[in-house]
């Protein structure tokens, strides 16, 4: 008998500079199949606009993880500008409206948090290091970095879980 991943492993990835990486998208999906045991599936929202329509998809299946860059363009007219036009706080209110807001409802509120921006310290956002369920990835970041920390925050999210359940971690 093999050892097959089962299925089913969402991760949203809000970025809108994924176009060009794919071979970097393809080799952190195999180094996270083999660390998570499943088959990984990237949704890609690279605008506000486009991840508020991934929430709204999502409400009642969430991901099990997001990819969050701060830096992002508000619409498709924005990508498409030249140069691309950015909004530099997209992210934080992204995060603000989805976690303190729960805009997208209480499951979706839950959802594992991977900051992965080029923009500031986690400091300039002290509500964003109080959150439990988030960590922050300075930009540039490799595919092995990467599925590292996808792995330790996913570690210690089912730990406090754990514990705030009773369970032993």
Partial sequence: MTDVPSPGFVILWIEDELRGIEAGVDLLKGLLREKVRKEILVEEAPTVEEAEKRFTARRDSPPD???????????????????????????????????????????????????????GNPEFRPAMLEDERLRWLGKPVGPSELADSIVDLLGAVAAKTATSEGQPP
């Fill in 65 to 119: 993880l997001v990819l969050l860059d701060l830096m992002l363009p508000r619409n498709q007219q924005w990508l498409d500008a030249k140069p691309r036009r950015m909004d530099m706080n997209a992210g934080f209110f992204l995060w603000h409206r989805l976690r303190m807001q729960k805009e997208w409802g209480e499951k979706i509120a839950e959802v594992p948090i991977l900051v992965v921006t080029a923009r």
